[in-house]
Structure formats: structure tokens, C-alpha cells
């Protein structure tokens, strides 16, 4: 997979010793304020070589010349040909480490996560026969037919849609593609009907966040509804109610999704509807709350829960805000412990990259020392197999369990 050059030279380029460094152990981004030397301007999608100082090969990488991070390493080490069969052999690892990882109760996961698996600014994701690709960077838009051949050769799948990153959304219309085109097959008549661990969920594959459904929570819902039996939930930041889901699956009495979003919300119920022949979630009392989570946690009445589930969006997107961001978390922590039944859990999530792991359990900790509480840690996660995180940057989830 090649874009057309015009230009006879290989694209070469020089980066500053620091990032040579990060890139002979792994790192696969080089920024533009990391070039040194170019010999030449660089087309989007083209592979790009980076030389040492001592004028050895020492990687090949995707060039975009549109993002502050210019170059996305493909291969470091020894020099390789980047071509069909390399690429039909770097789709097959990925594939690889998730067969046999899911059956007919989990049609919905991700194929491809992107620099951790060695597609750097791409993700697939598969909902039943609907694959949905994410692109992140302009790179792969002149590959984009040649890409769409090797998948389909290998998944064969049903249709494919294209999501792009908002950044990119402009750049694209030049090569003809657009957010929630689909790519291949007949577009869907609405929201893609697919199985988490039995449970139904819809996800919105040509509108919705992310490529539809946040797929990566997948193994902090099914110890959720490990959690569940016979207590009221609250489910904070609950988005379109999977945690609910699974609660009321575990055998939850009640459930609260609260979220500031009445689109939300309205799926949420949706979400909940597709499961109602499950005698448990039938059992189960569902309630919608539409409010800013912060605010409601803050002032709500003497609500007691025995299961309280925070899972905010990313509350640093950039390294400024990671302080204000610890805040937040230690904030939102103390309210919901204030709501917690004696005996109750307490879930605590982070999807702010920025904000590392020991940084994010440390504040949930110190939190609930503070509360004056007795509590008992029951466990810490991260990635599931599906979202692999290969490098700093890429570990970005992490969920923490207390009992109280």
C-alpha cells in the first residue's frame, strides 16, 4: 500500500538524538519539532525514513504532513520492504491475538488499536458483521482502497463505515471521503444491533461516539454485574447505560443512569429495552436522571447506593489540565462516597491519558482515607486484550474497586 509520489527520492529525514533514542525502544511518534533535516517536503501517506547520526537506518514510518505528530513509526531495526504481503502479515498478528477470544455472546470488539497494534492513527472495530474503521491521521486516506481490499479479503465483512477524528474531517473531503461514509455494502437502516456477553446493545455507527459504543469498558461491566446482586446502582457519566445493563443482569434491584445528555439517556432506555426478556433486568427498576453528574453527586438528596459507578469522560485532553483533572477526580470521589450504602462499592474510572495510573489510584485512595470510612481495595484494572496499550501514551484506561 503506497500513495503515488511523483518525486523520485525516498522521503528521508533526521530527528534529535533524545528520539532516536524513543524510537530504537518502541515509541512510534516522531513530531514535527523532533525533525532535524527533511530532504524534501513529504505527501501525505507516504513512507518516510529516519536515519541515524551516523547515517544508519533506523526506522519507516507513515508521513503526515498535517499533524504536529509528522511521522507514525511502522518498523524500527533492521530495514524491511513495506509492501502487500508485509502489510497482509501486520493485519494477521492483529487478528491473531483476538481469535478465540470471543464467541457468539460477544459479536462487538476491536480488531485493530491502532499504534499498539502496529497501525499507527487507525482503529477497526467489529460490531456483528459491520466493521468500523476510525482514522486519526491523514496517512492513511490515500491508502485507503488498498486498506479496505486487505480487510475485506481477510474479515469479509458485511459493510464497512468510515469514522473520521474531527481534525481530519476537512482534510478528507479532498480525497472524496467524508464521516460516516460507508465504504462497503448497503448503508444500515439505524443503529447496529450487536452481543456483549449476551447482552444486546445498540450501537450508533455513522453518528455515535467513538465508532459507536465504547467497546474497551467491556471487562470492568462484566465485574460491575459481579457486583450487583440485590443493590441500587448508580451509574454516573452512564452514557448510553451499559454498566446499568450488566448491573441489572447481575441481579441490581434498581439502577440510575444519570448523565448530562438526553440523547443519552433516551439510548440508554433503548439499551435497556433490548434486554428486557432477561428475567433479571425485568426485575430490575431503571430510572434516567438528566443532570450534570458533578452537580447532582454534589447536592442530590440522601440517595444510598450500593454500587456506585463513576465513569467520566476524559477530564484531561491535554498535559495543562492533568492538575485540575486529579482534582476533579478526588471531587467527584468524596460526593459519591457520601452516597454509599455501608458495605457499598465503589467504581472509579479514568479515561484521561494524561493522568497516569499510580497518579489516578493515589487520588481515590487518599479520597477515601479521608472519608473517614473503613474500605477494603478489592482490585485495579486497565486494558482489556482487545485495546492493547504498547506504549506511555496509549494507557489511558484504568478503573479502581473499593468496598466500603
Known amino acids: 500500500m503506497s500513495p503515488s509520489n511523483p518525486q523520485n527520492s525516498r522521503l528521508r529525514l533526521r530527528v534529535r538524538p533524545a528520539v532516536e533514542s524513543r524510537l530504537r525502544s518502541g515509541h512510534p511518534w516522531v513530531f514535527a519539532e523532533s525533525i532535524t533535516e527533511q530532504n524534501r517536503e513529504g505527501q501525505a501517506g507516504e513512507l518516510g525514513v529516519v536515519y541515524d547520526r551516523s547515517n544508519r537506518f533506523l526506522a519507516i514510518g507513515l508521513f503526515d504532513p498535517d499533524s504536529p505528530i509528522r511521522l507514525r513509526a511502522l518498523h524500527t531495526g533492521r530495514p524491511q520492504r513495506i509492501d502487500q504481503r508485509w502489510w497482509g502479515q501486520r493485519l494477521e498478528q492483529a487478528l491473531e491475538l483476538r481469535r478465540g477470544a470471543f464467541d457468539a455472546q460477544t459479536t462487538g470488539f476491536r480488531w485493530i488499536n491502532g499504534e499498539s497494534d502496529g497501525w499507527p492513527g487507525l482503529v477497526l472495530d467489529r460490531y456483528e458483521e459491520t466493521l468500523v474503521l476510525k482514522l486519526y491521521t491523514t496517512a492513511w486516506l490515500p491508502r485507503l482502497d488498498e486498506l479496505i481490499e486487505l480487510i475485506c479479503a481477510e474479515l469479509r ?65 462484566r465485574l460491575a454485574q459481579s457486583l450487583a446482586p440485590e443493590r441500587a446502582v448508580l451509574n454516573a457519566f452512564s452514557f448510553s447505560g451499559a454498566f446499568s445493563v450488566y448491573a441489572a443482569r447481575g441481579g441490581a434491584r434498581a439502577a440510575t443512569d444519570l448523565d448530562i445528555s438526553p440523547h443519552a439517556l433516551t439510548a440508554a432506555n433503548r439499551n435497556f429495552a433490548l434486554n428486557i426478556s432477561d428475567a433479571a433486568v425485568a426485575a430490575c427498576h431503571h430510572e434516567t ?28 485532553r491535554r498535559e495543562s489540565e492533568r492538575a485540575g483533572a486529579l482534582r476533579a477526580y478526588g471531587r467527584l470521589t468524596a460526593d459519591a462516597i457520601r452516597h454509599l450504602a455501608p458495605g457499598g462499592y465503589l467504581l472509579a474510572c479514568s ?54
Request: charge should be positive; hydrophobic fraction near 40%.
Open 157 to 221: 465483512p458485511e459493510r464497512i463505515v468510515l469514522r473520521l477524528s474531527r481534525n481530519l474531517q476537512a482534510a478528507a473531503e479532498r480525497f472524496g471521503r467524508v464521516d460516516g461514509q460507508v465504504l462497503i455494502g448497503v448503508p444500515p437502516s439505524g443503529a447496529i444491533i450487536f452481543r456483549e456477553s449476551g447482552a444486546r446493545f445498540e450501537a450508533d455507527v455513522l453518528r455515535g461516539q467513538k465508532t459507536g459504543f465504547f467497546l474497551d469498558q467491556r471487562e470492568n461491566r
Open 289 to 316: 436522571v438528566q443532570a450534570d453528574a458533578f452537580d447532582w453527586l454534589g447536592t442530590a438528596s440522601n440517595r444510598r447506593f450500593g454500587l456506585i459507578i463513576l465513569d467520566p469522560p476524559s477530564l484531561a
Open 351 to 404: 479515561c484521561s491519558a494524561h493522568v497516569d495510573a499510580s497518579e489516578f489510584f493515589g487520588v481515590i485512595r487518599q479520597t477515601a482515607a479521608k472519608s473517614g470510612r473503613r474500605f477494603d481495595e478489592i482490585q485495579t484494572t486497565g486494558h482489556a486484550l482487545d485495546h492493547p496499550a504498547a506504549f506511555n501514551e496509549a494507557q489511558y484506561l484504568k478503573a479502581i474497586y473499593l468496598r466500603f
